[in-house]
């Protein structure tokens, strides 16, 4: 291992709950825990064995919600129940990253930390790591916060963008200026063209001394209130002193809190053939199509004269199919969504109508 | 009961493997022992049911494969296994209609045979049975073959068309000219139109003497391997001789192998709210339609933009469901068929292929 990476961690996030993903992925066990890849593991998995390549298992946490504890330990038995920081409550992502920042900073005041979603996909791994090696080496010599920026390849109009000052001369880390909402298509086309923006991947490193310095600056009140647990951190106190204080933390991601605010944040632009796999679509842009451009994610179907679809089967189930164009047929034991694909944002809001329909008895 | 019914027994004709119906109909368990309707029922059970209010249940025999005895027995547990008249290997209609002929004119040569399908629908019950006792009169006074034929109410081209004698002059019982295969719509619309078209129901009613004397006449191969085991027939060697002396009988339709050629056929119009529920189609016209003209077999489903499908979902599975247009959409435990309503007649091929490329191991 690198000297440098002595005092480096990761904290991998992962307490989402996909609702995005649904019916596959549901609030007990989300995206993270499934093998939406067809591999065998789940993309948790998958990602806790990418940053082992890193770092021993003892420098790598996950950050995700109580009930998702066990799950956890469950798909990464070697870990311990210690390096699962769970929040109580959901609050969104800035909360449970100070809540992060706090833990390891108390055990180790150099540390630097990568902090990385639990479901995404990377296949250029070794390109990954060299960034990452690289971008902590960055982070411990200045007072920056270093995000991930991936490298368009398409005008994708379902990811956010990371807007960068045009004046970067060649350097690799180029200074953020702006955080761009995700765009319709003809700003996306603009963006791909000026060569100055990248996608927003969630993923950043920071030394935690720097972030929980933002936290103070930025977002004071998430800071105060888990700063006063700062005697707890690490010792038997500290669940009880979590679970009452936690939850009064206002619920606001990161990037609005934070990244949207500093003036000290960096981006490198990363080749590393990544995903979010954000939605199903997401999903089948990233997927192997056959020839008449489906994706299927399922052992024994009969496609005819069907286009441009995904398709996920439950178990070993069959499926016959004719005259279906751009759908998304997900079919789950207790599901079966059939939905046009080019309308996959409602699936959020038909999850709750459905929830409530059905479920809320 | 009628005085005339006590010569008069039912064949409930049961030994389809309803392919037009797969996947919810599969060859284990056919059509007829689904409870297509969703009224707690087989078909079966219903038919057998609908024949109790004009005969006792000991009146009343099943024609059937050999392999669906013990699931009519499950079904109908009144009968005793006497009155499963078993068929040990698939030779279509006219052998198994001779075979059950023989049986039951050894037991009462004065026997009057009323042969129905197991897996039609009736709504007018009570009409349909006037119509069978007046029926059973006419062929006791008369050597006639009596069909049911059904009126038509639209010019469908799923059905078989009985052509009646145009000069019938009010008498009820009307001629048969000729059997017609099923039309194409320009045909059926003229059909419609003469007024001397009915539907072919498949219904029967005859003495037993009269059909056993048309079989000799017009399909005496048949009558010949069968009339060698008159003797054995309701003794303990019936079962020794027809397994091996049955599967020798020519593989032919009773309206190819008699109605075809006889020319003593009568019909009767029955104006019975009568379908065959023969295909997906056939159920989607027959059951009732929410504003969408969607027909739902299923408790939990949300359809949205979505016209003119008929859906049948497994168990209390959700199904969600946007801009879905003409599809059938038939889940079963293992199978989803998502398939164009209008092209249900290539099912019964799909499904071989499907048996063949994910079954035959």
């Known amino acids: 291992m690198n000297k440098n990476l002595q005092h480096t961690y990761v904290a991998i996030m992962a307490g989402g709950i996909g609702s995005r993903f649904w019916p596959s992925s549901t609030e007990e066990t989300p995206k993270q825990f499934l093998d939406i890849l067809g591999t065998g593991k ?14 021993p298992s003892k420098q790598i946490y996950f950050v995700t919600h109580l009930s998702y504890r066990d799950k956890i330990l469950e798909h990464i038995p070697e870990i311990t129940a210690e390096q699962v920081i769970c929040e109580p409550s959901r609050n969104n992502t800035a909360p449970g990253i100070a809540y992060a ?4 900073h108390k055990m180790d005041p150099q540390a630097t930390l990568i902090m990385a979603p639990s479901d995404h996909v990377i296949l250029k791994e070794i390109h990954f790591l060299e960034l990452l090696e690289k971008g902590v080496d960055f982070c411990q010599s200045r007072d920056v916060l270093l995000t991930l920026g991936i490298l368009p390849t398409r005008p994708d109009t379902g990811y956010g963008y990371i807007k960068c000052d045009a004046k970067s001369n060649g350097n690799p880390y180029r200074k953020v200026e702006e ?4 765009p319709n298509l003809q ?11 990248l996608w927003n991947s969630g993923m950043f490193i920071w030394r935690t001394a720097i972030i929980l310095e933002a936290f103070q600056k930025f977002a004071p009140e998430i800071h105060q209130i888990l700063a006063r647990g700062e005697a707890l951190y690490n010792t038997k106190d500290e669940m009880e002193f979590i679970a009452k204080e936690f939850p009064k933390t206002p619920s606001i991601s990161v990037d609005y809190a934070i990244m949207e605010n500093a003036d000290n944040i960096y981006t490198i632009p990363a080749d590393i053939d990544w995903s979010d796999l954000g939605t199903w679509n997401a999903l089948h842009a990233f997927l192997p199509k056959d020839q008449n451009a489906n994706v299927i994610l399922g052992k024994n179907s009969l496609l005819q004269e069907s286009t441009n679809n995904i398709i996920k089967m439950h178990s070993n189930k069959v499926l016959i199919a004719k005259d279906l164009k751009d759908f998304m047929v997900i079919d789950e034991e207790d599901v079966l969504l059939i939905y046009p694909k080019n309308k996959e944002q409602e699936i959020k809001k038909v999850r709750e109508q459905v929830i409530k329909k059905f479920y809320d008895k």
Not at 42 to 55: A, K, M, V
Not at 179 to 182: C, D, G, L, P
Not at 187 to 197: F, I, K, P, Q
Request: net charge neutral; glycine share 4%.
């Open 179 to 182: 955080f761009k909402e995700k």
């Open 187 to 197: 700003t996306a086309m603009e963006y791909l063209e000026s060569g100055d923006y």
């Open 42 to 55: 789940s993309l948790l998995r998958i990602t806790y064995e990418r940053f082992l390549h890193l770092l």
């Open 101 to 104: 920042a706090f833990k390891i």
